[in-house]
């Protein structure tokens, strides 16, 4: 039986891919192997984001050039986001790769590995789904992006929005719920756009309708999303996270600067002022929502004024969790064409830190109201004898408490805090100290 192996690098919807494409070959017969060396069939699932994913795959593919170049006989296959419209360049400095695939183009993959589909059976994507591996798992719901930021090549790798059918997107939710999965995450480069290209009978919907009918799915507790985009985030998504039972009062929304003049270089395509109304209108339906965000510090021409003005948002903001990253020119995008990258590389070190150390304040400061209370949390594994899960606003949970719990919602009693996790103990469970 042939066997296949899969290293995923990037982000959630990279993981979202590998799972489908996985589940996609053991459907055709296929069986995963556990390490590389013993696949016939050798996949990477690449991230562009930032060069320091292209240099892990490229590390990938050096490992398997030379097992290629001892004599192995394999094939190797090379999808996501590093691979665009053209592969000259990639096929010229690699020429030992098999096949190169886009992001969701899984047939040119079975093609080049042999496997023969019978057409006459039917579509098979959209009817094959993964086998969770746990009680969470990934669903993208919206592909691509059209917002184009001048600093991201994520439009130009995935192409321009496309939803899913709700009819597909609760299909695979009843699949997943059948098979264990209690919290699901609807996944989109910007989730809100969900639904703004769909005609016919789903004319009009959004992702609040998604979020409708997962509430009506058996076994789904939780329900959660991103990444949000502001302008995409209407007050009728606001509400429905604010009045559906299952779904998480959390909400993961980049800002990247917090000075109007770099949102412009960006092409962002708001302001600070239109951000912070949408915080103050999730606010004021969900006084204890958890926001998290990204920052791109050191982006071409900022100022030491432009990052002093980000510095005030996220302190006036007080986010729950703070994403940041060095800006980090990308071939092909308008940015790497246009803007040179001019802040010296110290200089964005410096910026790190300051962000770096103000998400430890702000999350230390909020994670510490938790001491002393009960929080629901969701068990996700169980290593050691001890449990970790997360509660509803996303923070991780370790703590100790009775066996064999995971895929349940248990009650926590918090006892520790940190910036990036909550300790604790069962509520109920006994717990034993060594004198």
Request: net charge negative; glycine share 8%.
């Amino acid at each position: 039986m042939p066997a296949f192996h899969i290293w995923t690098l990037g982000c959630q919807m990279n993981v979202a891919d590998s799972l489908k494409l996985a589940a996609g070959l053991e459907r055709l017969g296929w069986t995963e192997a556990a390490e590389y060396t013993e696949a016939g069939l050798v996949v990477i699932n690449t991230c562009s984001v930032r060069q320091h994913a292209e240099d892990r795959a490229y590390g990938r593919l050096h490992t398997l050039r030379q097992r290629r170049e001892a004599g192995a006989q394999f094939q190797i296959a090379v999808m996501g986001c590093m691979v665009g419209p053209k592969t000259d360049d990639l096929q010229r400095r690699f020429p030992f790769v098999d096949v190169w695939a886009r992001p969701q183009e899984f047939d040119p993959i079975l093609a080049k590995a042999g496997v023969v589909r019978d057409a006459s059976e039917g579509e098979f994507w959209t009817e094959t789904f993964a086998t969770p591996t746990g009680p969470t798992a990934y669903i993208p719901v919206v592909h691509g992006c059209d917002k184009f930021c001048t600093y991201c090549i994520v439009p130009l790798r995935r192409g321009r929005e496309r939803s899913r059918p709700i009819v597909d997107v609760l299909a695979e939710v009843r699949h997943l719920a059948e098979h264990g999965v209690r919290e699901v995450t609807l996944l989109g480069q910007t989730v809100e756009a969900y639904g703004h290209d769909l005609g016919g009978a789903d004319a009009g919907a959004d992702l609040a309708t998604l979020f409708e009918g997962i509430e009506r799915i058996d076994g789904i507790a939780r329900t959660r999303f991103l990444t949000s985009y502001p302008k995409d985030m209407t007050d009728r998504i606001i509400d429905a996270v604010a009045d559906l039972p299952k779904v998480c009062e959390h909400f993961n929304i980049p800002v990247q600067s917090g000075d109007d003049a770099v949102l412009a270089r960006m092409r962002r395509g708001y302001s600070v002022a239109e951000y912070e109304e949408r915080v103050a209108r999730i606010r004021s339906r969900m006084p204890d929502v958890a926001l998290a965000t990204d920052v791109i510090v050191g982006s071409p021409g900022e100022t030491d004024e432009e990052f002093r003005n980000t510095v005030g948002l996220l302190e006036r903001t007080g986010f729950d969790v703070i994403h940041v990253a060095a800006y980090s020119p990308r071939p092909g995008t308008f940015a790497y064409r246009n803007q040179p990258d001019d802040v010296p590389t110290e200089v964005k070190r410096e910026r790190l830190q300051v962000i770096e150390a103000l998400h430890a304040a702000s999350a230390g400061r909020i994670n510490a109201r938790l001491v002393g209370r009960s929080v629901e949390v969701l068990v996700e594994r169980e290593q050691e004898g001890r449990l970790t899960g997360r509660i509803r606003g996303g923070q991780l949970v370790h703590f100790d408490g009775y066996r064999n719990l995971v895929g349940n919602l248990v009650d926590v009693s918090v006892t520790e805090a940190t910036p990036w996790s909550l300790q604790g103990q069962q509520a109920g469970a006994l717990s034993f100290s060594v004198v």
